[in-house]
């Protein structure tokens, strides 16, 4: 049993921390920005809530994050309160937020002068996958620390991949992103195009399923799709901060990304029409309106 932390009780966190304590076995502390709903993890979970991210983390030997961005990020770590200010030598961060490689990077370096370990160790399965303890997890650091926090991070994962140094999981999980970008709206034509046609939409995706076009979205998102349902994942906002970091890193590598950029404008299109908190599916419903 270890002495960890869970800093950010989202739609991710809630459950990925409480994956730690009933699957893991360990001792576990949370922060959030609402206390109430620390308090509510805390009494299910018979676990502590700590008042900020500094009392949370003081005298853990590993302390996770799952945050909205490269702000909040450095807000719970580095900033007033925050976690860096009570690591103990030796200790694991384990930031689990989507962000920038540039703050993954920034905060390594910052753990290094402070006498503790980063990984930058994004996830990937949304929330039916943290709710399930079956993420994929997309770690950046240094191989030696990865070995150690390994078997903690697998309490919420099927997939715990050691992907380089410093800011790789990071880049990794852009890497999923942008995928996913062209998956979706791929998906989204194709159920488009076969209404217009007049096809049976159940009857396309059970064929063309089993073969190349087959994908884990087309399998769980064509019938919501398909019923103009989009209540059901990851939401447009989220996704947009996302694209926006892919584009934002592809401007300093050099990488083009044509195809990324047009569907992160798409998705800018899903949400003037109401749909910041629709699931990414909803780029169908762009074409249907």
Known sequence: MASVAFIGLGVMGYPMAGHLKTRGGHDVTVFNRTPEKSKKWAGEFSGLAAA?????????????CCVGNDDDLRSVTIGENGAFHSMKPGSIFIDNTTASAEVARELNDEAKKRGFHFLDAPVSGGQAGAENGALTVMVGGEAEIFDRAKPIIE???????????????????????????????????????????????????????????????????HKTMNQGKYEFGFAVDWMR????????????????????ALIDQFYKEVQTMGGNRWDTSSLLARLEK
């Open 241 to 260: 901060k996302d694209l926006g970091i892919c584009l934002a890193e592809a401007d300093r590598n050099d990488a083009k990304l044509p195809v990324t």
């Open 52 to 64: 900020t991210p500094r009392d949370a983390a003081g005298d853990k030997d590993y302390v996770f």
């Open 155 to 221: 309490s919420f994962a099927k997939m715990v991949g050691h992907m380089g140094d410093a800011g790789a999981g990071q880049l990794t999980k852009m890497i999923n992103q942008i995928c996913i970008a062209g998956l979706v709206q791929g998906l989204a034509e194709g159920i488009h195009f076969g209404k217009k046609a007049g096809l049976d939409i159940e009857k396309v995706v059970e064929v063309i399923s089993k073969g190349a076009a087959g994908s884990w979205q087309m399998e769980n998102r």
